[in-house]
């Protein structure tokens, strides 16, 4: 599931200046939503093991797992408008280290701006890969 990790994760994984308790809550509430999605979304074994794999998943069911993990973080609603993502876990990056924070929000914005793909399944792959993209922009790409 290491691949379902949500946007704003997404940029802090590497960063020391994040407590290893803060990471640790946000990896414990990937899984728990991750396990829960698998169960709605019913991702083939190859999505399964694309996901163990830190690679992406392999059908469209696959990418509803991701759809429905932002669902939960608030990332993304179910109308396809942009959530706000977990503001209290954000409360708590800006607390410990704020450029990291605005670098966070700065990538979300953007991406937030660029992808627009009508089906929301591929909008949350679409979604993740743009954070990809922005976050080598902002040097905080160690993750992949």
Same mark, same amino acid.
């Given at each position: 599931m290491? +691949?379902?990790?949500?946007f704003v994760c997404v940029f802090v994984y590497t960063n020391a200046s994040i407590s290893q308790g803060l990471l640790d809550q946000a990896k414990s509430k990937i899984q728990e939503y991750g396990l829960q999605c698998v169960e709605t979304e019913k991702p083939t074994d190859a999505d399964i093991e694309? +996901?163990?794999n830190k690679? /992406? /998943?392999?059908t469209h069911a696959g990418k509803c797992v991701m759809r429905c993990v932002f669902e939960k973080f608030d990332i993304m609603h179910p109308d396809g408008t942009y959530g706000e993502g977990n503001v209290e876990w954000l409360n708590k990056v800006k607390a410990e280290?704020?450029?990291i924070y605005n670098k966070i929000q700065e990538a979300y914005e953007v991406c937030q701006e660029q992808v627009k793909t009508e089906d929301l399944c591929e909008r949350a792959f679409d979604l993740v890969e743009c954070g990809k !993209? !922005?976050?080598k922009k902002r040097e905080l790409d160690e993750y992949f």
């Open positions: 290491n +691949f379902l990790i949500i694309a +996901f163990m690679q /992406p /998943p392999k280290d704020e450029d !993209e !922005e976050s």
